[in-house]
């Protein structure tokens, strides 16, 4: 065995290099040379789920419940094979919508219910706690093994525990590296870099362990395999210990894979690149695969070798007879162990400030007048709020671990906190994919599987500690045995977790789709939904614009400053006023674009619920409880307004098409009733019956490209595009028009021709339209202009006329797909035009010509390629 | 849906079936092949042949 | 015969109009906005109008209510879109004498001005 001083400073020296490596993360990533932009760190990284249980418990698992441990990881591999359809679509959704926790996605899904992401979070801590307890228990026997004392923890008193320096340890990396500042993304690069790191060690450890158990003391596999075969005792070690248990030990893992805090925070939130999944899809499981390779000869070499005396959870250790590999193994499950208890307090303590203490203070502007949203340094608020949780958490599971002592083993008390994230599932997969799912259905489904769980889960646990009187669980209670918690209505026949992993789910599957169907969705969950459901679909840019109240931009920007800073806040402003390329001053009011792009910012800080109420808390100036109702039935309004909106878009379009109609009907009964008319008569009037049809033709193909371009199903291929060909094909292909009235088109471009990265096909429409337009409204022998420019990472083009020009007060209306075009006839072209603009990031707007109100310009501003910037 | 994604769909599938009963309980045998426990070695190959179909699949991209 | 002023914004509208009324034999001048419609019932002194509602400028309601308003007596006719019973009764209200929705039926069109024209002053 080794010397405990000789084990602390290896300990202490490998915590120091993840210090290391965390903080050379951190600086690559402020340099913009990121350390973990690759799939392969990325895979690694979510290995994290390999924790002391995997180092440990499965061996320990293997040798008393035989090949049960494998369900563990045959979850995780399928649940990765699909990743491209589920993992994917959750990263999408989290991106999109800046969602950093699994508390702040269920919220935001159901319409901001900061109740759901309060009981979220709530379940998540409750149901870690215990796991994260396990790891530090784990640390600590095995720091008394390798270093020769005994294994039990219970006659050491707290202070002299390593498993409470270790903690502490850990609460300083993770507040260091994960509450380091207040991130709109909530991406911790030297924490990813130093986890992924970890499962290079911890495998490295692992398979170090097997490799000498089972080519060191014995003679290869197949010699170990043969021993154990030819010992009858040990043939459960190599069975299956029943089909119910190993099926929903699967299903469990699978989505806890995905739904554990730490998984979440690794897989979705810490994600940088959507590549990445695809390495990962395979890698992740691979790498799962290698480190069981070894788990069952180390179980049966531990069954083999070692005496009833040692605890199978140690074997891994205990069979190493040499101090240096002792301490190697030692290292690795270090490794194991701390990797888990910094991810998943660094996602706990975004959860609990997001979703249970921010709403909280919120919603009680108690202390001092104006309330929470007009302090000063809100940022260092919430920072502060999660430094304290992730210290509380840690304690709470040094705590539990000290109280519990012996009595849990590892695997037992994992699979318990399994079970309760696997309780997310219904909610947070379903709600992915079923628009019908409603905040009371999610709400009714967890609350009734968390309170299985906690019956026929927790419970039986518990009493093994002596919490709760063992009797209950041996005959039921009150003695009713069809109550018993493990075998509830008599079931049997999947095991005791099987069975509660059974029970829990199908009530909670069952309440979640019954409440659901019963009930109304309110407008916020149901655009929420739309948003979550058909993120495919959705082309970036405008999205829900629910929004009525009215805030100067002033407010809004300092709001925003308070969580990311003055700088990062006006430049959030700037760059929103460049695109919309009309100047935003500080009283004016702003648009709900704007409005919404402050809640998303705010969003990646504070999570939605709070985001929500705090732009709610700005805009109208009025308690919060009572904004929100306000908000709410704003947008109920809001949406019978919209309605409004398009009766008004039928009858626009409707009087367009009534035009044309009225011609072609009137010339058609002229002819059939007059067949006696000079054949000159009839042929100009056949010409003007062909002219009305084609125009009838026109409006059709407009309407239904903005329909197509409203639900976001027209294909674009964006791709750098030649704008001085685009310019010079859209003039020649108006040049009859402008020949025909006599007017002239001077085409002028700036250099070699701009690049822009568009469509082509889109940009020619909006040409088109927009130089129809210009020489219909130009006299005869006049002149229309056509200047590309490029500046400042956008490339410009402009179309002037020498027609009537817009009157200031139109300049917006004419883009208006439910307003009658100002010029007469220009009918919806411009409102298509714009939205095609609008769908590669590009702007469309009208100005004087030459100030003197005469003419009109119409500027299009298009992105260009990224290098070009 | 593409095609790519049909196709890691059915092959997760198929190992899911493979993973569980019955298919599973055929292979739940105390004998040992080339001296390897039956179920453990059948567990691992079929897990194998999916992370290598996985792998050649999402290699090849949407 | 008669003297019939049709006021429409629409120059392919207004070339079936022209020839409805000249094929009945009456005599047709046309406009195409509300102020030269007012210039040309003074000048033009016609029977009967044949008035769009939606006209740029000047609406159609806005240049009956002046007509009648100015002291003109004779028929005044409204091209309206069909089932906009609001505009109807407006239009009514307004002073016009009948009304016609468009896309109209030529022989419906020529029907109800005969008709008008034969009620007297």
Redesign the interface.
Known sequence: MVPAWVVVVVSLAYLGLLFGIAHRGDQRAAAGRSLIASGGVYALSLAVYATSWTYYGSVGRAATRG?EF?TIY?GP??A???S??VLQKLIRVSKRYRITSLSDFAAARYGNSRLLGGLVALIAVVGTVPYIALQLKAVSSTFRLVSGGAVSTTDVPAYADTALYVALVLALFAILFGTAHLDATERHEGVVAAIAFESVVKLVAFLAAGLYVTFGLFGG???L??AA?ATPAL?TA???DG?GN??WL?VLSAFAVLLLPRQFQIAVVENVDERHV??A???F??YL?VI??FV?PIALAGLLTLGPAVSPDTYVLALQQHSALALLVFVGGLSAATGMVIVETIALSTMVSNSLVMPLLLRRPRWGGPGLADRGDLGRLVLRIRRVTILVVLLLGFGFFRITGDALGLVDMGLVSFAAVAQFAPALLGGLWWKGATRNGALAGLTAGIVLWAYTLLMPELARTGWVPESIVRDGPFGVALLRPQELFGLTGMGAVGAGVFWSLLVNVALFVGVSLAGRRTPAEAGNAALFVDIDRRTPGPGTRFYRGSVPVARLRDLLARFVGAEAAAALVTEHTARRGVPLPDEALADPELVRQVETALTGAVGPAAARALVASVADEEPLGMAEVVELVGEAQHLRELDRLKDEFVATV??EL??P???????T??LR??PDLPTEERAR?LE?MA??TERLTRMVNQVLDLARLESGQASWQVTDVDLRSVVEEAASATAQLFTDKEVALDVEVDGPGPLAHVDRDGVMQVLLNLLSNAVKVTPPSGRVRVAVRADDGTARIDVSDDGPGVPPSDRELIFDRFRRGAA?GTGLGLAISRRIVEQFGGTLHVSDCGGDGRGATFTVGLPVPARRR | ?SR??AK??A??AL??AC???PL??LF?R?T?V????L??AY??AV??V???A??VL??R?? | MARILICDD?P??V???E??MR?QGHEVRSVGDGDAALAAVTEFEPDLVLLDL?L?GRDGYEVCQTLRADGFRRKIVMLT??GREAEITKGFAVGADDYVT??????ELVARVQQLLGAGP
């Open positions: 090949l494998l045959l591999a399928l990765m094979g699909c491209a359809i596999l197949t010699d395999f043969e075969a043939a190599v069975a299956i089909y190993w099926f699967i695809r390495t899809s395979w890698l499981p691979l695969l069981n390779i069952l409707t009087h009534r035009t109609l009225t011609a072609i009907r009137a010339f009964e002229i009733d007059n009037y003007i002219t009305e007469g | 849906m790519v994604r890691l769909i092959v997760t190992a899911a993973f569980t009963y599973l309980s739940d105390p040992l080339l001296g390897l426990p179920v453990w567990l691992f897990w194998a999916l992370v290598v996985v792998a999402s290699r991209g949407d | 629409e392919n509208i070339v079936s109009l020839f409805l094929r939606m740029p879109a069909k468009k896309p109209f039926g030529t022989q």
